[in-house]
């Protein structure tokens, strides 16, 4: 495994302050949702907005971002994941590392959560708030 589930990986540009958290965690949260840009299906492919799963939308960007760095898809290759949580900044980042031609690769999918989406993990025991003692 290349990513350290225990204590985490510190990701650039994300609050030194997280949580790491299960995967399934997210995986079960099928309404908590983002608006991506896909290119739509009719005649004229324009790009149009599309609601999708947060951890769907984060695979999907993890798997573009190896086939640009030259993972070949298909090939069954392991893609270790880590979830981390930043309660400061109310944001989930995901991050998923593999070995693309001998050399360790990382992608990140960081998303921030809105008031709506926080207030209803919240209510349903998924998410505490960061505290001061």
């Not at 302050?17 to 840009?37: D, G, H, W």
């Amino acid at each position: 495994m290349l990513l350290n589930h225990e204590i985490g990986e510190v990701v650039d540009g994300m609050d030194d302050f997280f949580r790491v958290v299960p995967f399934s965690k997210y995986a079960e949260q099928s309404r908590l949702t983002c608006i991506v840009k896909r290119p739509s299906t009719g005649k004229f492919k324009r790009m149009v907005d599309v609601e999708m799963p947060i951890v769907q939308a984060a695979m999907e960007w993890a798997q573009d971002g190896f086939v640009k760095s030259g993972l070949l898809p298909g090939l069954g290759a392991s893609i270790d994941c880590l979830c981390q949580e930043y309660p400061r900044t109310s944001m989930v980042c995901f991050v998923f590392a593999a070995v693309v031609n001998g050399e360790p690769k990382f992608v990140t999918a960081p998303f921030k959560l809105g008031h709506e989406q926080i207030a209803d993990l919240q209510l349903r025991g998924l998410w505490q708030s960061y505290t001061v003692n």
